[in-house]
Antibody, heavy 121, light 111 residues
Framework: QLQLQESGSGLVKPSQTLSLTCAVSGGSMSGAHAWSWFRQRPGKGLEWIGQIYYSGSTYYNPSLKSRVTMSVDRSKNQFSLNLRSVTAADTAVFYC??????????????WGQGTLVSVSS | QSVLTQPPSVSGAPGQRVTISCSGSSSNIGAPYDVHWYQQVPGTAPKVLIYDSTNRPSGVPDRFSGSKSGTAASLAITGLQAEDEADYYCQSYDRSLNSVIFGGGTQLTVL
């Protein structure tokens, strides 16, 4: 069964770049699915950050687009997130998930377990 | 402030039925885009409960059902169980924002 696992630095200094990786196991990233990143600030709701396809095509949440870059490593079957110029407001649990293509608009399954990233000096 | 509006909390006794609403607009649910529902037990990742507004993935009990009308959607849970205590989120797409969107989440308490 498909499983996703986030990894990366749990502590990032303000103004630096947050970097996370999502390793996909139990299946290949190739195919029609997109792969997405989300964040959940402490005590708050879910926020979609953006998506990447196996081809490398990306689409980002317009509200974060200026600071986000996503990439895919086909040899390792994983994809990554970089979020630049972070502030304390970027402290959150970050999740990755596979996007399931639907008739109208996509949904997400499965999800990784999430990883907490704190922004602090 | 989330684009999709959910009640912050709902509660019910074991065995009862509860509904969670998700209110949107003509640029998302009313566009019409489908609504998907997730259950999140605190400290764990979200899990899809309902997709395409009314469909249940395999493994999700039929106590969970979804509906959509106009610019709103609802999640109904019948025969409440203690294990249903969690946060519930609706998700859709907004064509004005060009983004996937979520509701603010509803905390379900089983009394």
């Amino acid at each position: 069964q498909l499983q996703l696992q986030e990894s990366g630095s749990g502590l990032v200094k303000p103004s630096q770049t947050l970097s996370l990786t999502c390793a996909v196991s139990g299946g290949s990233m190739s195919g029609a699915h997109a792969w997405s990143w989300f964040r959940q600030r402490p005590g708050k709701g879910l926020e979609w950050i953006g998506q990447i396809y196996y081809s490398g095509s990306t689409y980002y949440n317009p509200s974060l687009k200026s600071r986000v870059t996503m990439s895919v490593d086909r040899s390792k079957n994983q994809f990554s997130l970089n979020l630049r110029s972070v502030t304390a407001a970027d402290t959150a649990v970050f999740y990755c998930a596979r996007e399931v293509a639907a008739a109208v608009n996509d949904w997400f399954d499965p999800w990784g377990q999430g990883t907490l990233v704190s922004v602090s000096s | 402030q989330s684009v999709l509006t959910q009640p912050p909390s709902v509660s019910g006794a074991p065995g009862q039925r509860v509904t969670i609403s998700c209110s949107g607009s003509s640029s998302n649910i009313g566009a019409p885009y489908d609504v998907h529902w997730y259950q999140q037990v605190p400290g764990t990742a979200p899990k899809v409960l309902i997709y395409d507004s009314t469909n249940r993935p395999s493994g999700v009990p039929d106590r969970f059902s979804g509906s959509k009308s106009g610019t709103a959607a609802s999640l109904a849970i019948t025969g409440l169980q203690a294990e249903d205590e969690a946060d519930y989120y609706c998700q859709s797409y907004d064509r004005s924002l060009n983004s996937v969107i979520f509701g603010g989440g509803t905390q379900l308490t089983v009394l």
